[in-house]
C-alpha cells in the first residue's frame, strides 16, 4: 500500500453521481471479462502424453494422481528452487490467499500446488505456514520445465509468458528475468485417463487470484 492522492470531500449528491458513471464502466468491465472467460472455455487443448512423477504426502504421484478422480486439475507452480528453504515471497502471499479448497471439488476440480524443492523443505515449509492444501514436489521431473516455470537453456528452449527469449528481449528492449524460478498456473482436463492441457497463465495472469489485493483495489489507498 502506498499513500496516494486522497479524494476529493463532496456532498452526498455529488458522490452518487460520480459513483453512478463509475459503475457504468464496471458494468462494461464485468461483460468483457464475461465474454473473455466464455472465450477462455472455447480455447482448444493438447494432449498430455509425457509420464510426469511427482512426491507427495502418500509418496510417487503421476499427474493422474494429482487429479484425485476428479475431473479437471488446477496446478499452481510455486517457485521454490531447491537451493531454497523456503518457497518465494510472493508465491508465499498467493498460497495464503487459498480459499476452502471444498469449493472447488464441488465443482469437480482439484488444486494442487507444485514445486521444484524435494519434498522435505516443502513439507517443512508447509509445517511452518500451517497450510494443508496438496502440494507436490517436481524435483528430477522435466515438469517445470516443460510448463516454462523453470528456466534453463540446456533443459529446454526459454519460453517468458509465451515468448521466446528472443520475442521477450525485443518486447522490453533487454532480458529482464532474474533467476530460474517463475510463478505461475496451469489447467488440465480428463477424459477418463487422458490429460489434456487447456490453459496455463503467468505474470500479471495471476494477479486476479490474489483475493487480498483485489480487495485493496476497492480502497482509495489501493495496493
Avoid at 11 to 18: I, P
Wanted: with cysteine; proline share 4%.
Amino acid at each position: 500500500m502506498q499513500e496516494t492522492t486522497k479524494p476529493n470531500i463532496v456532498s452526498r449528491k455529488e458522490w452518487l453521481a460520480s459513483r453512478k458513471d463509475f459503475l457504468k464502466k464496471e458494468k462494461e468491465l464485468t461483460r468483457a471479462r464475461d465474454e473473455l472467460n466464455a472465450e477462455r472455455r472455447k480455447l482448444p487443448m493438447v494432449e498430455i502424453d509425457m509420464e510426469y512423477i511427482f512426491e507427495g504426502a502418500r509418496g510417487k504421484a503421476s499427474l493422474l494422481d494429482l487429479f484425485e478422480g476428479r475431473r479437471q486439475l488446477i496446478v499452481h507452480h510455486v517457485m521454490f528452487d531447491p537451493s531454497w528453504n523456503k518457497a518465494c515471497s510472493g508465491c508465499t502471499h498467493h498460497m495464503d490467499d487459498l480459499g476452502h479448497l471444498p469449493h472447488l471439488h464441488e465443482k469437480n476440480t482439484t488444486l494442487a500446488v507444485v514445486s521444484r524443492a524435494p519434498l522435505s523443505k516443502i513439507v517443512a515449509y508447509k509445517k511452518e505456514m500451517g497450510w494443508t492444501f496438496p502440494w507436490y514436489s517436481s524435483f528430477g521431473s522435466d515438469f517445470n520445465y516443460d510448463f516454462h516455470v523453470t528456466l534453463d537453456e540446456a533443459v529446454t528452449p526459454l519460453q517468458i509468458n509465451f515468448r521466446s527469449k528472443k520475442e521477450h528481449e525485443k518486447a522490453v528492449g533487454r532480458w529482464d528475468i532474474w533467476g530460474t524460478e517463475l510463478p505461475g498456473v496451469s489447467v488440465f482436463l480428463r477424459e477418463d485417463d487422458r490429460i489434456f492441457h487447456t490453459y496455463s497463465t503467468y505474470s500479471r495472469g495471476l494477479d486476479i487470484l490474489l483475493f487480498s489485493l483485489n480487495y485493496l483495489d476497492l480502497t482509495p489507498l489501493g495496493r
